[in-house]
């Protein structure tokens, strides 16, 4: 019925995209598991025009932190 509605629909969506991005997240972080820690070092410090995504390095940081090498 109007705004509450709009606000209603607007935070469901937002909601979803979040749950969609700490299933990604959560993915990345398993495949990255398998990896070794210089590449995931690679991945951390990589720059440049062909560099990893914000969300690679995090993954990549996260597993390198479970590890306890950062």
């Known amino acids: 019925m109007g705004f509450w509605d709009s606000a209603a ?4 969506a937002v909601g979803e995209g979040l749950i969609e991005a ?6 990345l972080k398993m495949e990255y598991a398998e990896k070794s820690s210089e590449e995931l070092y690679e991945i951390v410090k ?11 390095k995090r993954a990549a940081y996260a597993v ?3 590890r306890v090498e950062v």
Request: hydrophobic share 25%.
């Open 22 to 27: 700490g299933n990604e997240h959560k993915a």
């Open 9 to 12: 629909k607007a935070a469901k």
């Open 64 to 66: 390198l932190k479970e």
């Open 46 to 56: 990589s720059d440049g025009f062909f560099k990893n995504s914000t969300r690679e």
